[in-house]
């Protein structure tokens, strides 16, 4: 069945550098691919989404970047702030199904 | 602004109880579902319905049941809860129903201890 990789599991940087997660998944039918946040006592919400007729997508400080030869996509945090602090998860759905397969999660520390 | 609530936090229940978790959004949302989230296992699928009284098991649902008898309600049932299902529950509806994939909104989550 379908799986997702998620690296790394945890990433810290310096207020203002950029972040990059990555994941990587195997079903190639997969098609749509969500990012989601969650704070620390908090709800995961979606951030940023991408469908795989889209290479890449953007909103403002975010994007995300899909290569499907690689079965691979990535959140790009550029200009990190405290408030990024947050576990991110990526995951991929694909057609005609209601399910996602998520990673397993990058604790993300943005050091001030 | 869609909510999704949940009956409680947090919940303490023994060994071989029955327990039960609830969960209601009120944006009409046909989907709803039922994720476990572990630390290094990301959220995983116990049960999905996409409509009243329609279920569907996903990736771990041995050891729970669930009852959807209205649109906005959808409950997890564990028969006999044991200490591996500790653990935090997540509840989410799903809007752009129909298509594949779609914004998944979530719960607060309820943070299950099994003693």
């Known amino acids: 069945g379908e799986n997702v990789e998620q690296h790394p599991s945890t990433l810290s940087v310096q207020e203002g550098d950029s972040a990059v997660i990555k994941c990587t998944y195997s079903?190639?039918?997969?098609?749509?691919f969500p990012w989601y946040k969650q704070e620390l006592g908090k709800r995961p919400q979606l951030i940023i989404d991408?469908?795989?007729?889209?290479g890449e997508k953007k909103d403002q400080r975010i994007a995300v970047t899909l290569n499907k030869t690689a079965k691979h996509f990535s959140l790009h945090i550029t200009e990190t702030q405290p408030e990024d602090s947050a576990v991110y998860f990526c995951?991929?759905?694909?057609?005609?199904?209601?399910?996602?397969?998520f990673g397993t999660g990058t604790r993300l520390k943005v050091l001030a | 602004d869609v909510k999704v609530t949940q009956s409680s936090r947090y919940l303490v229940k023994r060994t071989g109880e029955k327990v039960f978790l609830e969960c209601v959004q009120d944006?009409?949302?046909?989907?709803m579902f039922w994720y476990r989230q572990d630390p290094g296992l990301g959220l995983r699928l116990i049960y999905f319905?996409?409509?009243?009284?329609?279920?569907e098991k996903g990736d771990i649902p041995e050891g729970y049941s669930v009852s959807r008898e209205k649109k906005e309600r959808f409950s997890l049932i564990l028969e006999s809860a044991s200490t591996n299902q500790t653990s935090m529950y997540l509840c989410?509806?799903?809007?752009?129903?129909?298509?594949?994939?779609?914004?998944?909104?979530f719960g607060p989550g309820t943070r299950l201890t099994v003693l």
């Open positions: 079903d190639s039918a997969s098609n749509y």
């Open positions: 991408i469908r795989s007729n889209v």
């Open positions: 995951a991929a759905s694909g057609p005609g199904t209601y399910k996602y397969i």
């Open positions: 989410a509806s799903r809007t752009e129903s129909g298509v594949a994939g779609g914004r998944r909104y």
């Open positions: 319905s996409y409509d009243v009284k329609m279920k």
């Open positions: 944006m009409d949302h046909e989907n």
